[in-house]
């Protein structure tokens, strides 16, 4: 599913870029005719095809679609003869977001590091980046004494997305709970443990854990390019 993996970065490939514009000429289409089947920014394949352009790997899948071929000919460079016989490409499907269960919404958080919490919604509201890590189904964050987040306590909101802005794939995950400052040592010590390579973890951190009361996530459903 190359063609959902957003954000994912493909490795540093000269090659690709000149497989793209072979394969386009090949079928004898436009760059134009390109990005309306695969719903890309037309200035982006331009810097692409010149090899001035990022690429990611959803954004690949997307033109593999609308180039007839897979991700794995565009990058090998194995394109084979164009297609004798090509139908007219459909209308590209909507891109629609469509709900992630909560299984699929777990999966999404365990691949970040940090997210957005926020909080004060009775009062001033307030909103800041944490790191995290999950332990379970709860979401576990440290901070220094003393910092905005030191005395958090009750509902809060907490928030991750994946976007690739290319492509324009993407998921949002949203977990409404409760926080509560860790305070057995044992604990403490377990989850320093297991949060000591994320980014900001030192030693005499205040840690916290979120207990979830709802999970919800949403992914944008990319176009297939032809039904």
């Known amino acids: 599913m190359d063609n959902e993996t957003a954000g ?11 497989n793209i514009r072979t394969r386009r000429e090949q079928l004898g289409l436009t760059r134009a005719d390109v990005c309306a089947r695969a719903g890309l920014p037309l ?8 090899g001035d ?21 565009l990058v090998s460079g194995t394109l084979g003869p164009p297609p004798t016989i090509r139908e ?15 299984n699929e919404c777990y999966a999404g958080l365990s691949t970040h590091e940090v997210g957005r919490l926020a ?4 009062h001033t509201p307030w909103v800041l980046p944490v790191n995290y890590v999950p332990d379970g189904r709860d979401i576990v964050f440290s901070t220094r004494p003393g910092s905005p ?17 290319y492509a324009r794939l993407g998921w949002s995950v949203l977990l409404i709970g409760v926080v509560e400052p860790v305070t057995d040592p044992i604990e403490i010590t377990r989850l320093t443990e297991a949060g000591g390579d994320t980014w900001l973890t030192r030693h005499n951190e205040l840690w916290f854990r979120i207990h979830p009361g709802r999970v919800t ?10 039904r």
């Open 8 to 18: 994912t970065r493909l490795p540093d490939m000269v090659d690709i870029p000149r």
């Open 43 to 50: 200035k982006w394949l331009v810097e692409l095809e010149a």
């Open 53 to 73: 352009a990022p690429l990611y790997r959803a954004a690949l899948g997307s033109l593999a679609v609308a180039l007839e071929t897979s991700v794995t000919a």
């Open 88 to 102: 007219e490409p459909s209308r590209p499907d909507a891109r629609n977001l469509i709900p992630m269960s909560e």
């Open 119 to 122: 909080g004060g919604m009775d």
């Open 149 to 165: 987040l030191a005395h958090v306590r009750g509902t809060v909101a907490f928030e991750v997305d994946d976007v690739d802005r």
């Open 217 to 226: 996530g949403r992914r944008l459903r990319p176009r297939t390019g032809r």
